[in-house]
């Protein structure tokens, strides 16, 4: 991904290319990718703030419909976006049909029994009030997927650092941080697979997998120093953190689309607020 957007289809990296940052090749029309971090945050922010407050299922399912929109829309369509967009829906259900069965009975409408076994009863009214709550966090989970799933880190670090005045130091000290995530990952599966030719998976069954465990931790950690001085050594030799400012060789400007996309989330926001009302007279 360039400083300015995703890498297009036929189109060849700008001199600004970050080697660190997940490229995504996509179309002009995954709009999502061109925006600056920070308006894919603030945007949905509002909407997701007073979601929390909500208690009908209306104007939930409202911005989870929005949410999809633009998701669809906006960014490209790969299996994980499929998995997030029916994993939702999915565990919305679950999660209202659970606060369904723990909501009171006597704090809801009984005059619609959905199930009974014995003397228990579940009502229409918990139901209702367990389905509302479920819709309630996919919207707000769909919302922060609106720049989740179209940012990438060191440009959200580089957004914070350059529009908010985030100190450098603080930015991509915790980026270093995070990075140090997959690099686990991959020297843990270095370290099994060494094991694994060397002959010491130690068996199968519940102890020995806890065996196998304690045989990673010592190597594990061993790596992790290495990298960690490595990475403070390739800090020093920069000069990371002797100035106030850094200069900034990728830009993530704040353009005039983001003002709009922030404007038109804001406006389509209030209008489902405003139709809706979910908060009664």
């Known amino acids: 991904?360039?400083?300015?957007?995703?890498?297009?289809?036929?189109?060849?990296?700008?001199?600004?290319?970050?080697?660190?940052?997940?490229h995504v090749t996509a179309s002009s029309i995954r709009f999502l990718y061109a925006l600056n971090p920070l308006a894919k945050l603030a945007a949905p922010l509002p909407a997701m703030a007073l979601l929390v407050f909500v208690r009908d299922a209306a104007t939930p399912a409202a911005f989870l419909a929005l949410s999809y929109a633009i998701l669809l829309v906006g960014v490209s369509f790969t299996r994980r976006l499929v998995i997030l967009l029916i994993a939702i829906p999915l565990a919305a259900a679950a999660i209202g049909l659970g606060f369904a069965l723990w909501t009171d009975p006597a704090k809801v409408d009984q005059s619609v029994v959905i199930w009974q076994i014995g003397s228990w009863m579940l009502y229409g009214g918990a139901l209702e009030v367990g389905l509302a709550t479920g819709l309630r966090i996919a919207a707000i989970v769909a919302l922060a997927l609106i720049a989740g799933m179209s940012t990438t880190g060191p440009d959200a670090v580089r957004a914070s650092v350059q529009q908010l005045r985030v100190p450098y130091r603080i930015g991509y000290t915790a980026l270093a941080a995070f990075r140090f995530v997959p690099r686990f990952g991959y020297e843990l599966e270095v370290i099994r697979q060494a094991h694994r030719v060397r002959g010491t998976h130690g068996g199968r069954g519940p102890f020995s997998a806890?065996?196998?465990?304690f045989g990673y931790v010592v190597p594990l950690m061993a790596g992790a120093i290495r990298h960690a001085e490595r990475v403070a050594l390739a800090m020093d030799a920069r000069a990371f953190g002797a100035y106030p400012d850094?200069?900034?060789?990728?830009?993530?400007?704040?353009?005039?689309?983001?003002v709009v996309f922030i404007g038109s989330f804001l406006i389509a926001s209030a209008a489902i607020f405003t139709v809706l009302f979910p908060w009664g007279l």
């Open 246 to 258: 850094r200069t900034e060789r990728h830009l993530v400007p704040f353009r005039a689309r983001d």
């Open 1 to 22: 991904m360039t400083a300015g957007g995703p890498v297009l289809a036929g189109q060849k990296p700008a001199v600004g290319f970050d080697p660190y940052a997940d």
């Open 210 to 213: 806890v065996g196998r465990w």
